[in-house]
C-alpha cells in the first residue's frame, strides 16, 4: 500500500522556538494532506488541509500564524509550529486520501515544548 | 454534516473471547465508512471500509465489520480476541463522495485484551 512518511517522530524543543515537521508521500503523489492534533487517548482533531500549490484552509480555532503549513510539492507537506509555548506539546500526524477512498496516515510526531 | 460515535470509551475482554466494538454513524447520503487502529505514539492503520456491497466487510489482522443500515451501526468484530489487538480504534467517515475528503473521526475506543 501507499506509504506516508512522517519525520521526526519525536521532538523536545524550548518555548519560543518553532519546530518544523515533514510528511512525504513516498510512492504516489498528494495533492491533498490533512494535518490532525491529537491529545492522550483521544480522537484526532483535524488542524488543516494542505493543497499542493495553493494555500492552506484552517478549521475554526486553529491560528494560521501559529501553524504554518507549506505544500511545497505533489510529496511533501511541512507543519511548522511558530514560537512554540508548552500548550502546543501534542502528537501531530499527517494523513493523505488514497485512491481507494481510505488514509494513509503518517507514524505521527510527539512535539514537547519545554 | 457527517458523524460517527463511538459509545464506549474502554472494551475489556478475555483473550480468545470475540469482541465488538462499536460504531454509529450519522450521514447526509450514502456513508463511507472506515476503522483505523492506532498503537501507542503511532499512526493509524488501516483495518477495513464499507464502500457498497456486502454488509460484512473482512479486513487485517482477521477483523470484520458489520454495515447496518435500519440501525446506522458499523460495529468492528473479531471471532477470538489476542492480547496483540489492545489497540486503540477509530470509526470514521468520509466527509462526501470525493476521494480527496477529509475522514471524521470518533472519539476512539481503547481496546483491552487480557491473558
Known amino acids: 500500500g501507499a506509504v506516508v512518511s512522517q519525520h521526526p517522530s519525536r521532538v523536545i524543543c524550548k518555548s519560543g522556538t518553532s519546530v518544523k515537521i515533514e510528511c512525504r508521500s513516498l510512492?504516489?503523489?498528494?495533492?491533498?494532506m490533512f494535518w490532525y492534533r491529537q491529545f492522550p487517548k483521544q480522537s484526532l482533531m483535524l488542524m488543516a488541509t494542505s493543497n499542493e500549490g495553493s494555500k492552506a484552509t484552517y478549521e475554526q480555532g486553529v491560528e494560521k500564524d501559529k501553524f504554518l503549513i507549506n505544500h511545497a510539492s505533489l510529496t511533501l507537506s511541512t507543519l511548522t509550529v511558530t514560537s512554540a509555548h508548552p500548550e502546543d506539546s501534542s502528537f501531530y500526524i499527517c494523513?493523505?486520501?488514497?485512491?481507494?477512498?481510505?488514509?494513509?496516515f503518517g507514524q505521527g510526531t510527539r512535539l514537547t515544548v519545554v | 454534516a457527517q458523524s460517527v460515535a463511538q459509545p464506549e470509551d474502554q472494551v475489556n475482554v478475555a483473550e480468545g473471547n470475540p469482541l465488538t466494538v462499536k460504531c454509529t454513524y450519522s450521514v447526509s447520503g450514502n456513508p463511507y465508512l472506515f476503522w483505523y487502529v492506532q498503537y501507542p505514539n503511532r499512526g493509524l492503520q488501516f483495518l477495513l471500509k464499507?464502500?457498497?456491497?456486502?454488509?460484512l466487510v473482512k479486513g487485517s489482522y482477521g477483523f470484520e465489520a458489520e454495515f447496518n443500515k435500519s440501525q446506522t451501526s458499523f460495529h468492528l468484530k473479531k471471532p477470538s480476541a489476542l492480547v496483540s489487538d489492545s489497540a486503540l480504534y477509530f470509526c470514521?467517515?468520509?466527509?462526501?463522495?470525493?476521494?480527496?475528503?477529509?475522514?471524521?473521526f470518533g472519539q476512539g475506543t481503547e481496546l483491552s485484551v487480557k491473558p
Open positions: 510512492d504516489f503523489q498528494a495533492t491533498t
Open positions: 470514521a467517515v468520509r466527509d462526501g463522495p470525493n476521494q480527496g475528503g477529509k475522514l471524521i
Open positions: 464499507y464502500i457498497t456491497g456486502d454488509n
Open positions: 494523513s493523505a486520501p488514497g485512491t481507494a477512498r481510505e488514509a494513509f
